[in-house]
Each structure stands twice: as structure tokens, then as C-alpha cells.
């Protein structure tokens, strides 16, 4: 029986304790994503050029024009072998071949052809990757955007096998060795980004592009379906390779320019936290929570955006009038420090896409000293995300 009260005793205390419910809703926001670093400071002439250059098809020409060289080569010598034997007698040629000295020259066979680097359309790739959002390509642009592309460069190709073991028709394991080839390539290209007002922002080789690029071939049973498959597809594979390491360099260069100097319309997903209680009055959580959510739905397109800023800063004054009451000691305040850890992570957000970022750093700092286990990792990465978002309106505004 004891027990029994005891059970009744601790549940009502725990009702007691947890007299509110903190809960998460993920929200997505939509704000001006500005640049990491701004080009212009005249934003009536936010205008580029790009150009995409191939400096490798002389190179390119020039294998082409040895290759040309060494068959025409070889077939003139075989052609005058094959006259000089035509000279000789029947008898001499006979001798010759029983005695093992001389062999009927065979018809000429040409080396393979190696695989040459490809030639692009450079105004298409021009226009397909090299772009900075919010910004307008035209001619004489204040803003010049280079791309020297170097050539696909074959490094190695590699005969491998692969071990593994799997079971066969009849339940036993057996040991398999797959044969495959393996080509090591890379495609450099080097990059030049001008500004007016900054210089030369970006002057070398694009680092993603001299790195390795590893392509397989399918896996055969024997060397020789390898080989057999290599001869007649190699070109073919390799040109397939080509093109996929040459448009995911450009990629990589695309996403760099729209993510250092790219001005545009970005969403993310941030978080609101609720407060709820049936035994405590959470109204002014509620109205700040239904002001949270619509002003983020009017802050998410431009031309509400005034209006979602102004039922934000009313969300505001609830959640900083709220925090007059926070009691980090006991439990059982209606502020308790779960209720202000939440509190202050909302302020903590919506001060970010207010860019007031002073404030919102205020309310992280807080949280992290409060040592709430649910909003410990939330609030670092959050303090990643304000760090992000801070240095890229300050490139704009001249913020230090």
C-alpha cells in the first residue's frame, strides 16, 4: 500500500514539475541571401562578361598530327618492305622462309587510336555556367568572369581485380575475382573573377578541378573479356568521362560564383518553439506564436516583406515582456529556464532575419549558458547559420 502512494506521490509531483509542454515546428523562411562579397557599388550597373577558353586545342592538334605522322610512317616502311620482297625470286623467298630467315611481310595494321581531349562549344558552356545571380550578363561589364579550361589530362589507367565472395545456386560460398580498369584523370581550369571595386577577387587554378577524378569500368569475369571489352570501347568510355569531369568542374565553378557573389531569393529551415499547458496560462505564447507564424509567411515574399517585419517586432515584445518573469530555479515558474531557453532561441532567430544580429547573438549566448540539452546543438548550429548570414549583410552594408 505504501508503494502504491508513494507511485500516486511521484506521479503528481512530475505533473506538478512538468506543467508546460516546449515543443518544435520547423518552419521555412525565405530572406535575401546577399553576397559573401559584394562587386559593385553601383547597383544600377550590376553587369558581367564571362568567358569560357580552351588553351589545349593546339596541344590536341599536335597529337593528332603525330599520330597522323607515325602511321603514315610505319605504312610507307611497311610498303617498302613489301617491295623488296616482291623483288626477290620465288626460290629466294622460299629458302627464306624454310630456313626462318626471311617471313612474308603481313598487311599493315594501324596502332589504335589514342583518345584525344574533346573540343567544346565555348559559348554554350559561357552561357550555361557562368552566371552570378541578381546580376545581368552584357558587354563592357564592370565585371569580368575567365575560364581557362586546360584539356582532359589522362594520368593513369590501371588493370584491377576485386575479391568477394558470394554464395551459389546451391548455398556455397565461393571465392570470385572480377577484372575492371581504372582511369585517373583530371580536367584543370583556371579562373579569373575582376571587380571595379575589388580587384581581383579570384586569380588561379580553380582547386576542384586539379583534383583526381577516378572512373570505372564495368566488372568482366576473365582479363580477357577486360581487354576485349577496352579495345573496342575505350575511346568511348573515356569520352564519357571527359564530358562528365569537364561539366562537373564548370558546376563547381557555378555554385562558387552564386555563393560568394550571387544576390538572390534563398530559403531555409529554421524552428518556433511552442509553450503549452493546461494548467498554466500560455495565451500571450499563443498570439506571439500565430504573430511568429504570420509574419514568416508575409516575410517570405518581398513585397509583404515590410508587413511580415512589423508582426515579427509584435512577437517580439511578447517574448521579451515573457522573459521578465524568467525564474532559471524553480521548475514550477510559468518562465522556467526550459520555457526561457525556448524563448530566447525564437528572439534568437527572428533577430537574425531582422539582421539584427547583436541582439540575436545576446539571446544564443544566453541559451548555451542555460545548458538545456534540446537546445544546446540547435543554438551552435544556429550561431554557424547568424555568422553566415551576418558576414554576407555586412559585405553590402559596410557593417563592421
Known amino acids: 500500500m ?6 500516486i506521490y511521484l506521479f503528481i509531483s512530475l ?14 523562411i ?3 541571401r546577399y553576397p559573401m562579397v559584394l562587386l559593385v557599388s553601383d547597383t544600377s550597373n550590376m553587369y558581367y562578361n564571362g568567358q569560357v577558353k580552351e588553351n589545349y586545342i593546339s ?3 599536335s597529337e593528332k598530327a603525330d599520330y597522323d605522322k607515325t602511321v603514315l610512317d610505319e605504312k610507307s616502311a611497311q610498303t617498302e618492305k613489301q617491295k623488296e620482297y616482291d623483288k626477290k625470286k620465288t626460290g629466294e623467298k622460299l629458302l627464306g622462309s624454310v630456313l626462318g630467315i626471311e617471313q612474308r611481310p603481313q598487311g599493315y595494321v594501324a596502332p589504335k587510336v589514342p583518345y584525344f581531349s574533346k573540343s567544346y562549344d565555348c559559348n554554350l558552356l559561357t552561357t550555361s555556367y557562368l552566371k552570378i545571380p541578381g546580376y545581368r550578363s552584357g ?8 575560364v581557362l579550361i586546360e584539356g582532359f589530362s589522362i594520368l593513369a589507367i590501371k588493370d584491377e581485380t576485386i575479391k568477394s565472395s558470394a554464395k551459389n545456386s546451391a548455398g556455397i560460398v565461393e571465392d570470385r575475382i572480377a577484372y575492371v580498369k581504372t582511369a585517373e584523370c583530371k ?8 571587380s571595379p571595386t575589388k580587384g581581383l577577387v579570384f586569380d588561379g587554378y580553380f582547386e576542384p578541378s586539379t583534383k583526381i577524378s577516378v572512373n570505372k569500368t564495368e566488372e568482366f569475369g576473365s582479363q580477357n573479356e577486360l581487354e576485349k571489352y577496352w579495345n573496342k570501347n575505350q575511346n568511348a568510355f573515356l569520352s564519357s568521362f571527359d564530358e562528365r569531369v569537364t561539366r562537373a568542374n564548370l558546376t563547381a565553378i557555378t555554385n562558387y560564383l552564386d555563393n560568394n557573389f550571387g544576390i538572390k531569393e534563398a530559403k531555409i529551415t529554421m524552428e518556433i518553439y511552442t509553450v503549452k499547458s493546461k494548467k498554466v496560462d500560455y495565451t500571450d505564447y499563443a498570439n506571439a506564436y500565430s504573430l511568429v507564424l504570420d509574419g514568416y509567411s508575409a516575410y517570405n515574399l518581398k513585397s509583404t516583406r515590410p508587413k511580415g517585419i512589423e508582426l515579427l517586432k509584435k512577437a517580439i515584445e511578447i517574448y521579451e515582456k515573457a522573459l521578465a518573469e524568467s525564474n532559471l530555479t524553480d521548475k514550477k515558474a510559468r518562465i522556467n529556464a526550459e520555457v526561457t531557453g525556448a524563448t530566447r532561441m ?5 533577430y537574425t532575419f531582422l539582421f539584427d544580429f547583436e541582439k540575436a547573438d545576446s539571446h544564443l549566448n544566453r541559451v548555451k549558458i542555460l545548458d538545456i540539452g534540446k537546445f544546446n546543438r540547435r543554438s551552435e548550429a544556429l550561431k554557424k547559420t547568424l555568422a553566415e548570414i551576418r558576414q554576407r549583410y555586412n559585405s553590402c552594408f559596410g557593417v563592421e
Do not use: C, G, W
Open 139 to 146: 558587354d563592357n561589364a564592370p565585371i569580368t568572369i575567365d
Open 2 to 7: 505504501k508503494n502504491f502512494f508513494l507511485i
Open 59 to 61: 596541344r590536341v592538334e
Open 15 to 28: 505533473q506538478v514539475i512538468k506543467s508546460q509542454d516546449v515543443d518544435r515546428e520547423d518552419v521555412k
Open 346 to 350: 525564437n528572439l534568437a532567430i527572428i
Open 30 to 32: 525565405s530572406y535575401t
Open 187 to 194: 580536367h584543370q581550369m583556371y579562373l579569373k573573377v575582376s
